[in-house]
């Protein structure tokens, strides 16, 4: 996992991170016969630094976006695919399952995850497989395939 | 490399818990982590910023 700071705001008291994972799956893509994986996702967290509050995270850009001022928002999708290299330098997982939160995004929706995939294509993965899951999400499967 | 665009069927899909709509609340033990982290991560940027003379802020 690695968070990134990316806003404070001093009069509520609250830090605004990005969090990104890459989570350890014993889980079965059949038809690729891949019983282990691991699974890239990432989310804004608000963590609240003077009470009792919870933290709560959100994937949902709509409940985000009053977190996170104007200057900030262009820089969160570099974040995240810097993020990404560090896990996969770190980890070095073999294959990486990763998955839309939206359900039929329409092509213009996939510009961040097509940045994803070009920052792990970078990295000498390949994807070996993509389409839609059960809850017409978006997903892909890559596989290390080069020594980088 | 060729890949091929799938459609679901019920009995060869993996369905990911890590993506979710709308917000989750952390529960107490992992939100008194979170703090403890985000203090931690907000007193190291105020000391950068004050090795570096208050440049940004």
Request: glycine residues 4%.
């Amino acid at each position: 996992m690695v968070l990134v700071p990316v806003a404070y705001c001093e009069v509520t008291d609250r830090l605004v991170q990005v969090e990104s994972r890459l989570s350890d799956m014993q889980a079965t893509l059949p038809r690729l016969d891949i019983t282990s994986f691991h699974e890239f996702s990432f989310t804004i967290l608000i963590v609240s630094l003077s009470d009792d509050a919870p933290t709560f995270e959100t994937q949902d850009r709509t409940y985000a976006r009053p977190y996170l001022p104007d200057a900030c928002r262009p820089l969160i999708m570099p974040i995240v695919a810097a993020c990404l290299r560090v896990l996969v330098a770190h980890v070095r997982p073999r294959v990486i399952y990763r998955v839309t939160k939206s359900r039929n995004p329409p092509e213009k929706a996939l510009r961040k995850d097509v940045l994803l995939t070009q920052t792990l294509e970078q990295k000498g993965y390949v994807v070996i497989e993509t389409g839609t899951d059960l809850w017409g999400r978006r997903f892909w499967v890559l596989r290390r395939e080069l020594t980088v | 490399m060729t890949t091929t665009l799938r459609h679901p069927r019920s009995d060869d899909h993996y369905v990911s818990d890590r993506v979710f709509d709308g917000v989750r609340t952390r529960d107490a033990d992992t939100s008194a982590r979170d703090r403890k982290r985000a203090v931690k991560q907000l007193d190291r940027l105020r000391v950068g910023r004050r090795a570096d003379g208050g440049k940004h802020a």
